[in-house]
């Protein structure tokens, strides 16, 4: 080999190539003592390519004894929720949710004619209780709000009790966020009674609407379609409705400085990705599959799907 020097001239230098060493041979095999003897093979000729084997009905799962717990019972109903309609805000220095809420309910068939309709409502105060401008007498233990109805609610009958109420200091149902200025819900599995006074158990269905008052330059999400908003002074309405009956549990709303990239519609549904100022592009790299996930989950609606991005903690 011949490198050049810095002062041009012509250095020799021998490089001796050493052979690798032999690799070691492989161990070899233990073999079964006395030797394991194959039956020859035989080709099943019954198998047409039209005809598969017949199918043998086998448990997949084999359960062993329940585990150690408490048996829940479903919640009996003694009256249907129908629809509610909620105007809220939050407010950040007392972390608080603030709002006003209308439950119209019905009378349910097979049940007795209802007086006291019980509301869940965690942990708050409340300023008026009425149906339209009539206030109502109730009774309140922290957990649930027992409204007094003037008249008893029978089968197939209709009211409407609206709620004027107040929750500081929030733990559950609503999450305030300063490192990104945002606020979440939870519902799941009955938390959102700590937000929002509801029938909060999964086996009634009911439809809904939120009018979400943020700040300006924030915007707020919940659920079903987007119906319209309005600037009020220094602060703007978000106004959502859910027109098809889902379980109360579901209600959710996330406000915050968020940046919304619309993606191509998904059979003319609206398909919309809700990120902050600075993770745009990694947003767009991390749901950039989304419309693909909605056909997978059409075409296999046993499985779920469910693409969101990480909530700031």
């Not at 959502?240 to 959710?252: F, G, H, Q, R």
């Amino acid at each position: 080999m011949k490198v050049q020097s810095l002062s041009g001239a012509v250095v020799c230098a021998l490089v001796v190539a050493c052979a690798p060493a032999a690799p070691p041979p492989a161990p070899s095999i233990p073999q079964p003592n006395p030797p394991l003897v194959r039956p020859p093979f035989r080709m099943d000729t019954t198998l047409l390519p039209d005809r598969v084997p017949p199918f043998q009905q086998a448990p997949l799962i084999v359960w062993g004894p329940p585990p150690e717990g408490t048996t829940h019972p479903e919640r009996a109903r003694t009256y249907d929720l129908q629809h509610q309609t909620t105007t809220v805000r939050f407010d950040w220095p007392r972390q608080a949710v603030v709002g006003t809420t209308t439950l119209t309910i019905a009378g349910l068939r097979g049940v007795a004619a209802v007086s006291n309709v019980v509301i869940d409502a965690g942990d708050m105060t409340f300023r008026r209780v009425a149906v339209g401008s009539r206030d109502l007498k109730y009774d309140y233990d922290g957990h649930a709000l027992t409204v007094h109805l003037a008249t008893p609610l029978r089968a197939g009958q209709k009211t409407s009790i609206t709620i004027d109420y107040d929750g500081a200091n929030r733990t559950k149902g609503a999450y305030f966020r300063p490192a990104k200025h945002i606020v979440w819900t939870q519902g799941e599995t009955e938390d959102n009674h700590y937000w929002v006074p509801t029938y909060d158990f999964p086996n009634d269905k009911t439809t809904w609407e939120f009018y979400i008052w943020t700040a300006k330059g924030e915007r707020a999400l919940s659920n079903g379609r987007l119906a319209g908003s309005r600037a009020v002074g220094d602060s703007i309405e978000w106004h959502w409705v859910l027109d098809k009956p889902a379980s109360t549990y579901l209600m959710t709303t996330v406000v915050g400085n968020y940046v919304v990239l619309q993606d191509r519609p998904w059979r003319n549904v609206p398909v919309g990705y809700w990120t902050y100022p600075d993770s745009v592009e990694a947003a767009r790299r991390g749901f950039a599959k989304t419309p693909q996930a909605i056909d997978v989950e059409d075409r296999c609606p046993l499985s779920v799907v469910e693409i969101r991005s990480d909530r700031d903690t």
